[in-house]
């Protein structure tokens, strides 16, 4: 009985310390990481790739405070992601904090265009071009050929919530094309290129004060598309899209503040009529969606 009794208190002893233990575990929160694209205005290439094989996060006083949040390489076609469309690289508890840099490891980017020519541009052997665009302190670590985001406010993860950021990669303005030429006219005109050097322009948004600018482009007929929507803030290119093939667009992950779009679409001009909603600022306000029709005519 005597050995009985030490059995119940040991197991009660052990349930004790598990508890106490679980009550002591760090506060965790979810962090999403989703990767979008401002797509490049040829229509020459099937695909415009990069390979992103490790996401870390930490904060930059510390530097021993990287954790990683992402280690399996990953290949994402950027044409495949646009208008709103995304793939999510990262969705994973860490511990409730504040953050302040978030970094991204890509080893090479690829494109293959239409006519069946293909490149690829390797950075741990030939690194970044340029200096890339620096929204948000973006930094090209050439050391560990990594992308350094310095962020302006802190990524603040809360116990038990989830907090979204998508990162924009633009091609048009980060795949650098070499030894461009055309043959032929018109619709039978293709394009030849030598390579391209990979120069990260991009942007790193929190989802949870952006919004979405969306519609369509068409005339008296019908939707067209392959128009390019360009989105302004303070006068500076800020990024764009293109309409598809049911000349629909879609702007997302845009931060609250006053926009201005334009948009160009070889052979057509806005019509003055119609055209009311998108000739002036645009006041995009936190998780609002504006919805910005075009109507076009052809131009002589």
Known sequence: MKNIKYFLIAIIGIITISCSNDNTADPTGTLSLKLTDAPMHYDQFISASVMIDKIEIGNSTDINSMMTIMDTPMKYNLLELVNGITSTMANVEIPMGDYDLIRFYISSTEMEMVNGDSFTYNMSQDGYSGNGMMQNGMILN????????????????????????????????????????????????????????????????????????NGAVQDMNENLPNATITLKHNGEFYTSTHSNSNGHYALIGIPEGMYTIEIELEGYMMN?????QNMGELNMMSNSTLSVNFNMITSN
């Open 142 to 213: 050439s050391s560990n050929r990594s992308v350094d985001i310095q962020l302006d406010h802190f990524l603040t993860i809360s116990e038990g919530n989830m907090s979204e950021f998508l990162l924009d990669i633009d091609v048009d303005q980060s795949f650098m094309l070499e030894g461009v030429n055309f043959v032929n006219n018109g619709n039978g005109m293709m394009m030849n290129m030598s390579g391209f050097t990979f120069m990260p322009t991009m942007r790193f948004i929190d989802m949870s004060n952006a919004g979405t600018i």
């Open 272 to 276: 003055p009529i119609g055209n009311e």
